[in-house]
């Protein structure tokens, strides 16, 4: 059976009623959005200033109501702000983690300003210095060039030019490195666990068995491990795969790796059952498998992308017990793909030479060779192209230095990228990486950023105390072997701002012990930018919530930015290993989605205490859906939804008029009280432009049962035969 499983923020807060003398205040945000454009730092590494507050921890002497918080003022969002009280003085004070060169304050004043006030430096929190002083503020927006060093920055304000509080749109604090380029440096080498391979190095079946011993039952382990092979050919090659190990080629396409031999996973470790063989990747490499058919036999979290398979693929494991998986993209198996008993699987924009047959949900978006569309019987999804994608970037070798290449976004793709020469797309030097390795703080970390450097993370573990925040556009931050980021002390491990083309890939954020209301914000809340151009993309980005030791998070990934794509993520709250139970890993919501237009392409979530998905925003679509309801809910009252049985694995909001999604499935197999009932598994308001295609739920042995599909409709799941109850189209 499956072995598979974000946050919940409360909704937007209710504003007080606005006060008359703020009936300009929507001319006021217009000026300011276009104020904000002009004011923002360029995007090279050397460009200064930077914007070095927004998201960071904030305090202040005094808030107006509820409403009006100091975090409001460094969010990014020019229709949220800070207030105080009506009194004199008052502060805001934000901590930027580290002692950092500072170059210039904007403040965005709300119509209640500051007449007199200063700009105060301290690199403790207890001594300040003065960096800028007036007593004729103008209220406005404020660009004050400032010098110092400083961790803590504050506005000290002294008398108000109203009668009411001071009140901030945003503080916004930026940083120079003085001399224009950066002060940490980039490139480097790739760590410790990073393994690159030519043709010409001795024992390669040594180094990568040494590996696979460690890492083939290391389900919760600390180990990381990546093998990055040069362009060339490599003869009697079995690469077996194991937990949080990473295998990839360094050509431009996967055909300038060559392995004569296998890329393999099986489930020797678990007696034959490949439903825990998650938290591995296969990318960027040709096979010639020596039986002419290669082994994949994976579940959630294992990527097999840019993958050339010169021969067949088999999914199952030897034995064909069970399998869990998985996801496929950008491309070719010569021959045909056999899932046999692989329950799920998604493939995209890819070329395969046919497919042997289905379980329960096997879907297909921009496949070359898929079979045609014939849910419910057989089980097969297909569209013909994905309306938006962009693949993952990789490391490869120019000549011989290293570089990331970054592909270009796609519309309505299909096939390969790489079928036609090399895949589209832009190269970034090393050197405009700052390669993270084991005992990299978060200071550290956003510095790096602060300058303008991506950031690659070698593999390993990292503990972060505050939020890793990616302000510039176009940012890259690129794991290896699975890299692992655990938030401390309840922070949120990362923060993207409303900006385009971030792209986020291949590492895993492990919640800690301290309940971290998020885990990973794209955007802020209310962000409104058309991102459609250039969007955030998150792929092989993945949420774990217990398993590996307590962990506690409300919700995993909040979505705010428009047209962000989620391509491959899997969200999920542990039903097995260590500190898993249902208040010890509590984690009541997997991803809420609040911007509009965005696309997710291979959507697991798993076991959250409610809703595992909530989808706010409109325009949304979804293609395929993977879901497996908590295990381990004590009776029917814990899962209790007012009037309604259960929490939707997937729930689009009342208030979306347009929503689409393609290929979904919910599973329950709730072995603590098999009597709980489940009264669907999608919910979803029911309005013209809301549409479903091809969904199913299923009991898994009769532990609990789903009274319909989706809202009211579609047939109960029934007895212990593990029979899905399907619906075509809905409504």
Not at 110 to 119: D, N
Not at 234 to 255: C, E, H, S, V
Not at 691 to 707: C, P, R, T
């Amino acid at each position: 059976m499956s072995e598979n499983g974000t946050v919940a923020v409360s909704s937007p807060r209710r504003r007080q009623p606005a006060r008359p003398r703020r009936a300009l205040v929507g001319a006021v945000v217009g000026a300011l959005v276009s104020a904000l454009f002009v004011l923002l730092p360029a995007t090279t590494a050397s460009a200064a200033p930077v914007l070095l507050s927004q998201g960071k921890p904030v305090t202040a002497s005094s808030q107006e109501h509820y409403g009006t918080p100091a975090s409001d003022a460094v969010d990014g969002n020019l229709t949220t702000r800070w207030s105080s009280a009506a009194s004199d003085p008052q502060w805001i004070r934000i901590d930027l983690g580290a002692p950092t060169a500072v170059s210039q304050v904007v403040l965005r004043w709300e119509a209640a300003y500051a007449k007199a006030y200063r700009i105060e430096l301290s690199t403790n929190g207890t001594d300040w210095s003065t960096a800028y002083s007036t007593t004729t503020g103008a209220g406005g927006t404020e660009t004050l060039n400032v010098s110092g060093t400083a961790r803590y920055v504050r506005m000290y304000g002294v008398s108000r030019a109203t009668q009411y509080g001071y009140s901030l749109w945003e503080f916004q604090v930026y940083g120079s490195d003085g001399d224009g380029g950066p002060t940490l440096p980039g490139g480097g080498d790739l760590g410790p666990n990073v393994d690159i391979i030519d043709p010409s190095t001795p024992d390669i079946q040594g180094k990568l068995d040494a590996v696979f011993k460690q890492q083939e039952s290391a389900q919760f382990g600390s180990g990381r491990h990546a093998f990055l092979f040069k362009p060339g050919t490599y003869n009697t090659i079995n690469a077996q795969i194991g937990f949080y190990t990473q295998i990839a080629g360094l050509g431009l396409r996967p055909d300038d790796t060559t392995f004569n031999g296998d890329v393999t996973v099986d489930a020797g470790w678990a007696g034959g059952n490949a439903t825990q063989n998650f938290w591995r990747a296969a990318e960027n490499l040709a096979l010639n498998p020596v039986s002419g058919t290669d082994r994949w036999a994976v579940a959630q979290a294992s990527s097999f992308r840019r993958m050339h398979v010169k021969g067949g693929l088999n999914l199952a494991p030897a034995g064909y017990g069970w399998a869990s998986g998985g996801y496929t993209a950008d491309s070719k198996v010569d021959g045909t793909v056999g899932p046999y008993s692989q329950q799920q699987w998604y493939t995209r924009d890819s070329s395969i030479g046919g497919w042997t047959n289905g379980v329960w949900n096997m879907t297909f978006s921009g496949v070359e060779g898929a079979p045609a569309n014939s849910f419910p019987e057989p089980r097969y999804t297909t569209l013909d192209t994905t309306p938006v994608s962009r693949e993952k970037p990789f490391l490869y070798l120019d000549g011989g230095e290293m570089k990331v290449f970054a592909p270009a976004k796609r519309t309505n793709a299909r096939g390969t990228t790489w079928a036609n020469g090399t895949t589209p797309g832009d190269s970034i030097p090393l050197s405009k990486f700052y390669v993270v390795k084991p005992g990299a703080t978060a200071a550290t970390i956003n510095a790096a950023l602060a300058q303008g450097l991506n950031l690659l993370f070698t593999p390993g573990i990292y503990h972060v105390d505050q939020p890793i925040q990616v302000n510039r556009p176009d940012t890259i931050v690129l794991g290896l072997g699975l890299a692992t980021i655990v938030p401390d002390n309840g922070v949120t491990a990362m923060k993207v701002a409303d900006v385009d083309g971030v792209r986020l890939a291949g590492f895993l954020i492990d919640a800690g012990p301290v309940n971290s209301t998020t885990l990973l914000e794209i955007g802020p809340s209310g962000a409104t930018a058309d991102h459609s151009a250039d969007p955030v993309t998150l792929q092989d980005v993945y949420f774990r919530i217990g398993g590996a030791g307590p962990g506690k998070a409300t919700t995993s990934l909040v979505v705010n930015s428009n047209n962000a794509i989620i391509d491959h993520t899997w969200v999920w709250r542990a039903d097995h290993g260590g500190g898993v139970g249902w208040d010890t890993n509590r984690a009541d919501y997997g991803v809420r989605v609040n911007g509009n237009d965005v696309l997710a392409t291979g959507l697991f979530v798993e076991h959250f205490n409610k809703y595992d998905v909530e989808w706010h925003g409109e325009r949304g679509r979804t293609i395929f859906f993977q879901n497996e309801k908590a295990y381990d809910a004590p009776n029917q009252a814990a899962i209790q939804n007012g009037t309604t049985k259960g929490y939707a694995a997937y729930k689009v909001d009342d208030s979306v008029t347009t929503h689409e999604a393609w290929g979904m499935g919910s599973y329950c197999n709730y072995t603590a009280d098999p009597s709980i009932r489940q009264d669907h598994g999608f919910e979803a308001p029911v309005k013209p432009g809301v549409k479903f295609h091809d969904l199913l739920v299923v009991s898994l042995g009769g532990n609990g049962q789903y009274e319909h599909v989706i809202n009211d409709t579609g047939q109960a799941t029934s007895g212990t035969a593990t029979v899905p109850s399907t619906v075509v189209s809905y409504p």
